[in-house]
């Protein structure tokens, strides 16, 4: 062998220890990824109350409302109200022409004077058999056909007068003094705002959440610092098909005038769902259709598959695999596995009040 050749096996021969290093398989450690303990964030998890939260939507409504209109066609004699007036229940709001009617009454009690006194005295003949007792039965229905036709030229001129039918304030007035009008015509309107219904819908989650009598919160962009407090008056029988949502009526008392019909206002409801182990979503490892979370205990991550419920805005509800108390991996999970030994830095979680789905 020439001193070339030496020299190159000797190169190799040294090199042999190297390449064998390079090749072996590190020995199973519980360490990280990249040796040593990995450096995770971690936080503890603790049972929570949970409280889910809706804003309904809804349109105030006058406790009574209705547009007054004419019974009759007539011409309009008197005006007996102002725009905006509060009215008491059978106040007299118009008055229409009725000379026509007056008369037509006049006429009609008259020949109910005229058929009873011819009806009496034919009955006083009755005894004697002076008159027939079909005679008789037929002044007594001509009596009658007679008292009929007075009431119905009274109930014509009390349709002369148009009165309040509840209590409430008068709106704007759409007829003058002289006016010609018909049943069709709207005079103006009566709003008893006294109460406000407010009719909103609920989802079908939250139909167990509301009941008859109980208070709700509502608020109106209008008054965006007032709370107005009503109650819960019925709810509908049957849920809407196809938003699956139920109609809901409340009362607001209204005593100071504030809310008006047609105002859009929104009601906040609660519903408990009690305590729940929450885990915050960033720490959720997902592999395939399976769910998993690395909880650490004594400085070694554990990996544990886990169901899920209902997730929040941050949170997740955690059925099954962990324990109130566990602390887990929320960051750093990527450079974990099962068995690794970890260095965990708790996490500066700011206090927050009862978590909310937001609805």
């Known amino acids: 062998m020439n001193t070339r050749n030496r020299v190159t096996t000797l190169i190799m021969i040294a090199a042999l220890p190297l390449l064998s290093a390079c090749g072996e398989d590190p020995e199973p450690s519980r360490s990280g990824a990249w040796g040593g303990a990995a450096k995770v964030v971690t936080q503890r998890i603790e049972m929570r109350p949970l409280v889910d939260e809706i804003e309904a939507l809804g349109t105030a409504k006058a406790n009574e409302s209705v547009e007054i209109r004419p019974r009759i066609s007539s011409l309009v004699t008197r005006i007996l ?132 009598d109980m208070n709700i919160v509502a608020h109106s962009l209008v008054f965006p610092d007032t709370e107005f407090i009503g109650t819960v008056a019925s709810i509908d029988t049957r849920l809407d098909p196809i938003s699956r949502a139920v109609k809901v009526r409340a009362v607001i008392p209204n005593d100071d005038g504030l809310l008006k019909p047609g105002m859009f206002m929104t009601v906040d409801l609660q519903r408990d769902r009690g305590d729940v182990l929450l885990a915050p979503e960033q720490a959720i490892v997902p592999e395939g259709t399976r769910q ?34 566990d602390t887990v991996i929320t960051e750093g999970t990527h450079k974990v596995r099962d068995g690794a030994q970890v260095e965990g830095f708790e996490a500066n979680v700011a206090a927050s009040g009862t978590p909310s789905d937001g609805g």
């Open 81 to 212: 109200f102002e725009e905006g007036q509060f009215v008491d229940k059978g106040d007299l709001l118009i008055e229409f022409e009725n000379s026509e009617i007056v008369a037509g009454l006049a006429l009609a009690e008259a020949t109910l004077s005229e058929s009873r006194s011819l009806y009496n005295r034919s009955k006083e003949l009755e005894s004697t058999q002076a008159i027939s007792a079909s005679s008789l039965e037929a002044l007594l229905a001509q009596v009658k056909v007679d008292e009929a036709n007075v009431e119905a030229a009274r109930a014509k001129l009390r349709n002369t007068l148009v009165r309040a039918p509840f209590s409430g304030r008068i709106g704007l007035r759409r007829v003058s003094p002289g006016s010609f009008v018909n049943t069709d015509t709207v005079i103006t309107t009566l709003d008893d705002v006294s109460i406000i219904k407010l009719d909103f819908s609920v989802p079908e989650t939250f139909v167990n959440v509301v009941s008859e």
């Open 292 to 325: 998993y979370i690395f909880v650490v205990s004594d400085g070694i991550a554990e990996k544990r598959q886990v169901r899920l419920g209902r997730r929040i805005p941050g949170y997740v509800v955690v059925a099954e695999g962990i324990a109130a108390g």
